[in-house]
């Protein structure tokens, strides 16, 4: 697949990063929508955005390049985040840490605003991972033409790489985060507790990321360790301890 979806001016524009920005475009526009269902202030949902998104970036490109020092050999070789190198931990991470920073000072509920991005959040992820595909990237191990084949053709295309198949580890992600997005919608339709949507995203992300991570040929090591599977884990395990406090509070 050609990473490369068009050039501007001699300046390459990837598929990686329209996806992501489509990811993010789209889920500032309907977040309002779910704003709406945790009944808070959309324009101040925007602020929280607009703070945490380079914060998300900057996350994301800290945390894949701490795992992989050894590749570059200067500053601008490491910030150089268009030709893809963004861990979404790591982008999750800053995110979540500036955006309840921000809140706090502003003396906003973190939780309610999480629970209404937490859908759009794994909407974007989900469309993510198809920029992925398109620079070769994310993907599991050898499998056999018989396998590859039960998938349409673009996708056996895609992972024919250096004369071999490989499993669509994207997307089995992606999909799972599309159907996770509408788990989310319905629990906020259903007015769940505050912080169940935050829990649900955390627990059934991690779930699917902690097994899929294990097909992936191109994971950050730490050592013997998958460091998405321990983040996975530890994730978890948060998600568990969100839902057992709701719990306690509503009994």
């Known amino acids: 697949m050609n990473p490369i979806a068009f050039n501007i001016f001699g300046l390459d524009v990837r598929w990686y990063g329209i996806f992501i920005a489509t990811g993010i ?31 998300a970036i900057i996350g994301a490109r800290l945390y894949y390049v701490l795992f992989n020092l050894n590749d570059y050999d200067t500053f601008f070789e490491a910030i150089n985040i268009r030709e893809g190198g963004l861990a979404i931990h790591g982008g999750v991470i800053g995110a979540f840490l500036s ?25 974007a992820q989900a469309l993510g991972r198809w920029g992925n ?47 996770v997005f509408f788990i989310l919608i319905y629990l906020l339709k259903r007015k769940s507790k505050d912080g169940v949507a935050l829990a649900t995203y955390i627990g059934m992300y991690s779930l699917a990321r902690f097994f899929i991570e294990g097909l992936r040929t191109d994971s950050l090591m730490f050592g013997p360790i998958r460091i998405a599977q321990l983040v996975s884990l530890i994730g978890i395990l948060i998600a568990i301890v969100i839902l057992v406090i709701i719990k306690k509070r509503r009994d």
Do not use: R
Request: hydrophobic share 45%.
């Open 25 to 55: 475009l789209i889920g500032v526009i309907f977040s309002k929508y779910t704003c709406k269902l945790k009944s808070i202030d959309y324009e101040k949902m925007q602020d929280i955005v607009f703070i945490a998104l380079p914060f």
């Open 99 to 123: 955006a309840w920073i921000y809140t706090k000072n502003k003396n906003l509920s973190f939780i309610k605003y999480a629970d209404a991005a937490v859908p759009w959040l794994i909407f």
């Open 133 to 179: 595909f398109f620079n070769g990237e994310a993907h599991g191990g050898e499998v056999t033409y018989e396998f590859i084949s039960k998938f349409p053709q673009f996708i056996q295309k895609g992972m024919f790489i250096e004369g071999s198949y490989y499993h669509p580890t994207f997307l089995y992600e992606s999909l799972w985060n599309l159907m």
